[in-house]
């Protein structure tokens, strides 16, 4: 009896190990989730390309085609005499990679059309990771983009460090987090080398981002039922947030101080959201009390905690003399420039590239005279 169970058990092991070698050489040539973290690592996919035919967002391009290029990044090849550009690379979440977004349509790539207007040469790239916090930004900093010495990085940054005292759901498993448990660090190089472990990492990462609400969503603001919240929970939120808005103070410090050691001018930009103030000019709806389906019960309580951390950027931007664009302030809450309570739409992204332009060209000219032609709007 016994012999008959480890001859089955023998057979069981020798199996899963077969199916494991066969889903490994599967992966080779075919990857369904093209995710960016490999064990504790970001992996770029250079010449990337995605054809999406949109029928989820209306307000969306119904053919999306988007690519990346040799960098794994969107925007124009590096140019040959590329250390004689005024290059700058944008780093954010899912609002600065713009996903459902056509090339040439993403607010980085939009920017640095307009920064052509003041400066003979732009070279401007988008190097927004859907999902990713600060955490995941200095490891991509650390990993690729200080390597590249862009004159300048345009950090879009607040909505996925809300409530991180630690790395978030897409960048939990990327080093520069502290120590970790064993299991954890041997978990991490094991999914550096096996594509089947790290595609059940993405898996889990992506499950846990669904439940923390990052993703992609198109809305009818019209069939929302309006969430009424007492004073009571926007005072609870407030005081479970102000210690993670400063811990997102001290990674925004780090990032700065990272990139000026590195010869690269940092700039900060607020994060914007569509609800959380006044009513929409597009539908009529009360943008304060539209649902949220988490913690923050509806958008009034979400945006008053967003702009703690909103509030964190300024400081930092003051107390460390780096130039910013307070887009969290300056952009109009219209449905029209979202497609969701975070996610820009085409007029949305042009809105954003616009004033951010028109916040930083002067402190560009600055860092990069040589380039400047002249011609920066007054705010």
Not at 137 to 150: C, G
Request: aromatic fraction near 8%; include cysteine.
């Amino acid at each position: 009896m016994i012999k008959n169970f480890l001859k089955n058990l023998l057979l069981l092991c020798v199996g899963c190990a077969a199916a494991f070698l066969l889903l490994e050489l599967f992966l080779v040539f075919y990857t369904p989730l093209a995710s960016r973290v490999r064990g504790g690592k970001i992996v770029l996919f250079p010449y990337k390309r995605y054809v999406i035919e949109n029928d989820k967002f209306p307000v969306m391009d119904k053919h999306i085609v988007r690519s990346n290029n040799s960098l794994g990044l969107r925007g124009d090849e590096p140019p040959a005499d590329y250390k004689e550009h005024f290059s700058l690379i944008a780093v954010g979440g899912s609002t600065t990679e713009g996903f459902y977004l056509s090339d040439g349509k993403s607010w980085p790539e939009q920017l640095g059309r307009r920064f052509e207007r003041s400066f003979t040469r732009v070279w401007a790239n988008n190097a927004g990771m859907d999902g990713h916090s600060t955490f995941g930004h200095a490891v991509l900093l650390k990993d690729y983009l200080l390597a590249l010495k862009p004159k300048a990085l345009f950090f879009l940054t607040g909505l996925n460090d809300m409530g991180l005292a630690s790395a978030g759901p897409y960048d939990e498993l990327l080093t520069g987090d502290g120590p970790r448990p064993l299991a954890s660090r041997l978990f991490i190089k094991a999914a550096q080398t096996s594509r089947t472990i790290a595609l059940a990492q993405n898996i889990y990462m992506h499950a846990m981002a669904r439940k923390a609400g990052l993703v992609h969503a198109q809305l009818d603001l019209k069939a929302m039922t309006p969430a009424q919240v007492g004073p009571e929970v926007l005072k609870a939120m407030r005081a479970k947030h102000a210690p993670f808005a400063r811990a997102y103070a001290g990674r925004l410090k780090g990032l700065i101080t990272t990139a000026r050691q590195n010869g690269i001018e940092p700039v900060l930009i607020t994060q914007p959201l569509l609800c959380g103030k006044g009513k929409d000019p597009a539908t009529g709806v009360d943008l304060v009390l539209l649902p949220t389906n988490d913690e923050f019960v509806n958008c009034g309580v979400r945006w008053q905690v967003l702009e703690m951390y909103n509030d964190a950027a300024r400081g930092v931007a003051a107390a460390e003399k780096t130039p910013l664009s307070d887009i969290a302030r300056e952009m109009p809450k219209d449905s029209r420039n979202f497609y969701d309570l975070c996610h820009f739409t085409t007029a949305g992204a042009e809105a954003l590239a616009e004033n951010v332009y028109r916040d930083t060209c002067q402190a560009m000219a600055k860092l990069a005279p040589g380039d400047y032609k002249g011609g920066c709007p007054k705010r």
